[in-house]
């Protein structure tokens, strides 16, 4: 038994609550090493003859990855109080693991063993509920739709005329987004996120100069007030993106610093290094990456904090949005989003607050800070795997493993499961313009654990480079967009709506794969049924048995390829080989035999 692997810690995603009642407990070990694991638990008071009362219960091993096995059970305490240890069996050895150590038998003191001091409700994670059942739709909106054109910046060219370019103007506004709302509706979507509309100076609006006001290009607070009713009379949320690490080059205070330096009211609002403040050939304060048109923001400044805090109540209490997605927030102190957040939720208790960071992220999500992050582990490795075919299939599997335990269940519930967006290439560009390849990644996206977004125009088959490329105008020419990919986005949406257990009401668990052939097989399942994806990721029609343990006694196969067709299913002969087209999949509904 190699006991130096065996790790636990009774803290984030490897002790938490997950509700009022059950508390979820993860153990890693080495792989293939152990044979079993189980949990010796009970409450730390509970004694009978002088002697702890304890209870023993054997956890699942939930997942592998290369180097590690992960072993997970659910208990519910009855007094909300929790000592525990594990069991490890290997061959003929076992051993207890406990919060002092390994031994042979378990100890009688109930302080070795680790702790859950009590289950607080205030320190449950507890995301706004209605997140864990959106579909999102990214919306840049200087390319979605102009339905005003009264209002376009000087310079604008005629829609969709030539190619994006970092400095041109479509015309773009909100007017052309209220336009097509029942367009997103029909598709499914009840969710949206607006890159920035704050006044700015580029087309991209990153560079905000003033956080109070809808930038004029794209209409006024009116029209974005009634974007918001119609957004709501449909059943879809909307999410604003905040800027917050940086501010535009003219953005007032910033100006004033430039104008004054040493003797501006603002000076202390940026991180200047030294006076005179020079922008050229190189800044001498903090930006963004090194853009001195994006000089950093000092969010711990008392006068930054309450401007910027008041952007977030303002936006909420005014026009009644949903949510706040976060630029750049892993650079922003703990601190201010520590008060961020009081400030979002005693405003509206179900806003939904997203960060943008592209690393693990549990410092983050605890709580206290952020609902969710974009989930940007989960979209590197999907498209490594689907699209650019840079690992086989155990790898992607052990990697996809690694993403589920790295944050707590109800972390990941919400998490953001994005695939393309205004900083990648397009979607169909990067699965080399095969349509195919996209099917096959919708499907995987909407299928696991989390909340998935689509970036305008990838469900009609649009293409294009990294940024400028990936944001070009929105095709609304019926005659050119790929009108069979659109079908099929909107019935796997359906899909997922439908049935619960393929969003966030199932575990998920791979259960089989071939890396000669590239193909994955896994399943979304809870106490009632079980539903099995077969993904075949290769340019092969490909051949395959599933194991005798996948089928029992009933099976039926869903069908969600056919156009102008509801999703059905058909009975299945499971006695019968699988074909699978390159590329294609299918899907499965089984009896549940399996228990989280």
């Given at each position: 038994?190699?006991k ?27 792989k ?5 694991v ?16 304890t209870q023993i219960?054997?956890?699942n091993?939930?997942a ?10 659910s ?34 003191d ?7 001091p ?7 994670f ?18 979605f739709?102009n ?24 015309g ?22 607006f890159?920035?509309i ?6 991209h ?8 006001e ?14 918001v ?13 905040a ?7 003219y953005?007032k ?12 009211t ?8 030294e006076?005179p ?15 001195s ?40 102190d ?14 509206k208790q ?27 582990p ?11 075919n ?15 335990q790295?944050?707590?269940?109800n ?10 967006s205004h ?9 080399e ?17 989390g909340?998935?977004?689509i ?15 990936c ?44 890396n000669?052939?590239n ?8 106490d ?16 395959i ?45 089984l ?6």
């Amino acid at each position: 038994m190699i006991k130096e692997a065996i790790y636990h810690r009774p803290k984030n995603n490897f002790a938490y609550a997950y509700n009022e009642e059950e508390i979820h407990l993860l153990l890693q070990t080495k792989k293939n090493n152990i044979d079993s694991v189980s949990l010796l638990f009970g409450d730390p008071y509970e004694w009978k003859n002088e002697k702890w009362i304890t209870q023993i219960k054997p956890m699942n091993k939930v997942a592998s990855t290369n180097l590690y096995d992960y072993w997970r059970i659910s208990v519910n305490p009855k007094f909300k109080r929790l000592r525990y240890g594990f069991h490890c069996v290997s061959g003929k050895e076992s051993i207890y693991y406990t919060e002092r150590g390994f031994f042979k038998n378990p100890p009688s003191d109930t302080g070795y063993y680790f702790c859950f001091p009590y289950l607080h409700p205030s320190d449950i994670f507890t995301p706004p509920e209605w997140v864990k059942d959106t579909v999102w739709y990214q919306i840049f909106p200087e390319r979605f739709a102009n339905g005003d054109t009264s209002i376009n910046p000087p310079g604008t060219l005629p829609w969709g005329s030539t190619k994006p370019e970092v400095n041109n103007f479509f015309g773009g506004n909100l007017q052309g987004i209220i336009g097509h709302l029942d367009y997103l509706a029909d598709l499914g979507i009840n969710g949206i996120y607006f890159t920035p509309i704050f006044k700015a100076k580029s087309n991209h609006k990153y560079d905000t100069v003033d956080y109070m006001e809808i930038d004029p290009q794209f209409g006024d607070k009116e029209t974005f007030r009634q974007l918001v009713k119609e957004c709501h009379a449909r059943g879809i949320r909307v999410m604003l993106d905040a800027v917050f690490n940086h501010s535009g080059f003219y953005f007032k205070p910033f100006q004033d610093v430039l104008k004054n330096q040493e003797d501006s009211t603002y000076k202390d609002w940026f991180h200047i290094w030294e006076f005179p403040v020079i922008t050229e050939p190189k800044p001498n304060y903090d930006t963004f990456a090194f853009v001195s048109n994006m000089p950093k923001l000092n969010t711990s400044n008392p006068d930054v904090k309450k401007y910027l805090l008041d952007v977030a109540r303002y936006w909420i209490e005014e026009f009644d949005i949903d949510g706040w997605r976060l630029d750049v927030a892993n650079e922003v102190d703990h601190s201010f989003w520590r008060e961020f957040r009081k400030i979002v939720k005693e405003t509206k208790q179900e806003a939904y607050i997203l960060g943008e960071i592209w690393h693990d992220s549990m410092p983050w999500l605890q709580g206290d800070q952020f609902d969710a992050v974009m989930n940007y582990p989960f979209t590197n490795s999907v498209l490594d795997f689907f699209a650019y075919n840079k690992i086989n299939a155990e790898q992607f599997i052990y990697t996809m493993n690694e993403i589920i335990q790295m944050y707590p269940l109800n972390v990941s519930e919400v998490a953001f499961n994005l695939l393309g967006s205004h900083d990648t290439p397009r979607l169909l560009t990067m699965a080399e313009n095969h349509i195919d390849k996209v099917k096959l990644l919708f499907v995987f996206q909407f299928s696991f654990i989390g909340t998935p977004c689509i970036y305008y125009g990838d469900e009609i088959g649009m293409s294009g480079g990294e940024d400028p490329g990936c944001r070009s105008c929105m095709i609304w020419d019926e005659k050119k967009q790929n009108r069979d990919l659109l079908q099929f986005v909107k019935k796997l949406i359906q899909f997922r709506k439908a049935n619960p257990i393929v969003g966030n009401d199932g575990n998920i668990k791979f259960v089989q794969y071939d890396n000669e052939k590239n193909y994955i097989i896994y399943e979304k399942y809870n106490d009632d049924k079980r539903v099995l994806f077969v993904l075949n990721n290769s340019g092969e029609t490909i051949t395959i048995s599933l194991l005798d343990d996948l089928i029992k006694d009933n099976i039926k196969e869903y069908l969600i390829h056919s156009e102008n067709k509801p999703v059905k299913y058909r009975d299945f002969n499971k006695d019968s080989l699988l074909t699978i087209k390159k590329y294609g999949f299918r899907i499965f509904e089984l009896e549940s035999t399996k228990n989280f």
